[in-house]
T-cell receptor
Framework: DAKTTQPPSMDCAEGRAANLPCNHSTISGNEYVYWYRQIHSQGPQYIIH???NNETNEMASLIITEDRKSSTLILPHATLRDTAVYYCIVRLPDDYKLSFGAGTTVTVRA | DTGVSQDPRHKITKRGQNVTFRCDPISEHNRLYWYRQTLGQGPEFLTYFQNEAQLEKSRLLSDRFSAERPKGSFSTLEIQRTEQGDSAMYLC???????????????FGPGTRLTVT
């Protein structure tokens, strides 16, 4: 009963922007969109989250469509250290647990 | 305090043995979570604590699994009579209690990789 759909893998050139799509067509009005990433042999790391508006922090930007049925995580200048599995998660404010799918394996190539 | 720590990082055990893992959360966090991750899959929720109270256990947590957080600080996860299917990465995370209308992100430890032979 996955709430999100992500491509299984994508490649990106070092120094270029990486645009990671996520579909969440059944998202409800008060569910947030969260992104985590997991570098090999490490635990997941929080990146960013949003409800309706686009968000930006030091790691990435999150663009959420007006109908909220999809979003895009943007890594503006990908580096080799951004190679990881990226997870898109939708979550209610009072959800205490994270429901991870299989994510997108992003490989940044020199 | 630099983050969530877990010990050991790796554990190899023989089928039928008991194992115990420890998690030390970020000190000011009162919520603690355990997840399990098998190869090629995302982490799956096992259980969570608010302070010392265990508030939910997933169906994945069979009766061979037990978790404690005796003083609301560190937590242990014990697996009794290990089976080969228990081989996985066991991840611990912690967070603050969210205030109304907000969510606090979870901070994960590096995990304990269990191999049951």
């Amino acid at each position: 009963d996955a709430k999100t759909t992500q491509p299984p893998s994508m490649d990106c050139a070092e120094g270029r922007a990486a645009n990671l799509p996520c579909n969440h067509s059944t998202i409800s009005g008060n569910e947030y969109v969260y992104w985590y990433r997991q570098i090999h042999s490490q635990g997941p790391q929080y990146i960013i989250h949003g409800l309706k508006n686009n968000e930006t922090n030091e790691m990435a930007s999150l663009i959420i469509t007006e109908d909220r049925k999809s979003s895009t995580l943007i890594l503006p200048h990908a580096t080799l250290r951004d190679t990881a599995v990226y997870y898109c998660i939708v979550r209610l404010p009072d959800d205490y647990k994270l429901s991870f799918g299989a994510g997108t394996t992003v490989t940044v190539r020199a | 305090d630099t983050g969530v720590s877990q010990d050991p990082r790796h554990k190899i055990t023989k089928r039928g043995q008991n194992v115990t893992f420890r998690c030390d959360p970020i000190s000011e966090h009162n919520r603690l979570y355990w997840y399990r991750q098998t190869l090629g899959q995302g982490p799956e929720f096992l259980t969570y604590f608010q302070n010392e109270a265990q508030l939910e256990k997933s169906r994945l947590l069979s009766d061979r699994f037990s978790a404690e957080r005796p003083k609301g600080s560190f937590s242990t996860l014990e697996i009794q009579r290990t089976e080969q299917g228990d081989s996985a990465m066991y991840l611990c995370a912690s967070s603050s209690t969210p205030t109304s209308g907000s969510i606090h992100e979870q901070y994960f430890g590096p995990g304990t990789r269990l191999t049951v032979t």
